[in-house]
């Protein structure tokens, strides 16, 4: 006997994780095969492109917040890890110090200029090199793998160069104690540096807009007075988040699960007005009761028009603060929980690409994983 389809109901209790007040329920995935007798859960992807997809909520060129429908957490997870650790961007790497008479010791000067987020044009920077390899001999140990540096050239470093010196203005006024007005280059600005384009490299990176530059010109990265000097020579390499932080392209890549907010039984007057201030702005908002409801014989809202009640209107806005779970006159009356399924990504971009791009980047690199584990397989299997 064939099992009697899922009701859309139970499909979405199943995908709910309960928020209780002092504990969270339901939190292990159900949809694999076996789990529930007679129920086919295998994976096809005729059902995952029935199932998926992609929202977006935000889009700015530094910043998106967009929702990945119908996807497992590890596949959520993989993507969020990929977003901070494995997208290749170009960060300074070593600094060659000429000459320093500043008050910022050197190696706090060379930390603070590797921080400095860089960009470029797009082709350009895809067209340079790794400058430094992994070498594996194929035995699968990790411990065997090491990084090899193929030396400097104008595929895989970008030459930047900061010269800068403090000198007292001229028509100082008396009295005058700003330094901006007392001393010229007393700041010492991320726009200072300079691109020194090296071989083929003006030609992926061609003036004014595609030459390599900090993403923030305003970058205070030290201060100078009469006298003092920054004469320094950058080398800028690509590398990934896993090796160094400053090659992160992401200042944050986050997710979080969509929140659900089910009101069991109506929450009526001043009750639905403290049961919305429980919750950000936004998210409970107050209705009237209409006629219609109030003629419901036997009805909790039965002789109530007129009267307000909570009804929800945004859950995407929620926080899941679990205040409303604290006051005794709403036990019983509403449940919280998140979806399964429904990841909401927040990435913020550092600028070296846009937020959105990043994530395609990620996919791309997903991808190449699983090729490369095929291949790895078959290889195997032979």
């Known amino acids: 006997m064939a099992p009697e389809p899922i009701s859309p ?63 497992d957490a590890s596949i959520a997870n993989a993507f969020r890890r990929i977003l901070i650790a494995e997208i290749p961007t170009l960060a300074i790497e070593q600094v060659f110090v000429h000459n320093n008479t500043s008050i910022v010791h050197d190696e706090v000067l060379a930390a603070r200029l590797g921080l400095v987020p860089l960009t470029g044009k797009l082709e350009g920077l895809n067209w340079l090199k790794f400058r430094k390899k992994i070498i594996n001999d194929d035995t699968g140990d990790a411990r065997e793998e090491e990084k090899k540096d193929d030396g400097a050239t104008d595929t895989n470093t970008v030459v930047l160069k900061l010269q800068i010196e403090c000198r007292w203005a001229e028509g100082i006024k008396e009295g005058e104690t700003d330094p901006e007005k007392l001393y010229v280059n007393s700041n010492v600005y991320a726009r200072h540096m300079v691109f020194e384009p090296q071989g083929n490299q003006h030609k992926q990176f061609p003036e ?9 010109p305003d970058v205070l990265l030290a201060k100078l007075r009469p006298g003092q000097v920054v004469d320094l020579e950058m080398f800028a390499i690509k590398g990934i988040g896993a090796d160094h932080a400053k090659f992160s392209p992401v200042a944050t890549a986050t997710y979080r699960l969509l929140p659900t907010i089910d009101i069991m039984s109506p929450i009526l007057g001043n009750d639905a007005r403290k049961f919305a201030r429980c919750f950000p702005k936004g998210v ?15 009805g909790e809202l039965e002789g109530r028009a007129g009267e307000k009640k909570a009804v929800v209107r945004n859950t995407f806005k929620d926080t899941v603060s679990r205040e409303c779970l ?12 998140r979806v399964r399924d429904h990841f909401i990504f927040s990435v913020e971009s550092t600028g070296q690409f846009e937020s959105d791009r990043l994530f395609l980047e990620s996919v791309a690199i997903l991808k190449m994983k699983c090729v490369r584990l095929k291949r790895s397989l078959a290889n195997i299997m032979r």
């Open 9 to 71: 109901e139970e499909a979405r209790r199943r995908k709910i994780v309960g928020v209780n007040a002092e504990t969270v329920t339901n939190v292990t995935s159900t949809d694999f095969p076996g789990h529930y007798p007679g129920e086919d859960h295998t994976w096809s992807l005729e059902k995952f492109t029935q199932n998926f997809s992609v929202q977006y909520h935000k889009n700015h060129p530094h910043d998106a917040v967009f929702s990945l429908i119908g996807l």
């Open 326 to 337: 604290r006051h005794d006159e709403f036990k019983g009356k509403v449940r919280l929980g």
């Open 284 to 298: 409970i908002g107050l209705e009237d009761i209409t006629e219609e409801e109030s003629g419901m014989v036997g």
């Open 208 to 216: 004014p807009d595609g030459i390599v530059r900090p993403v923030n």
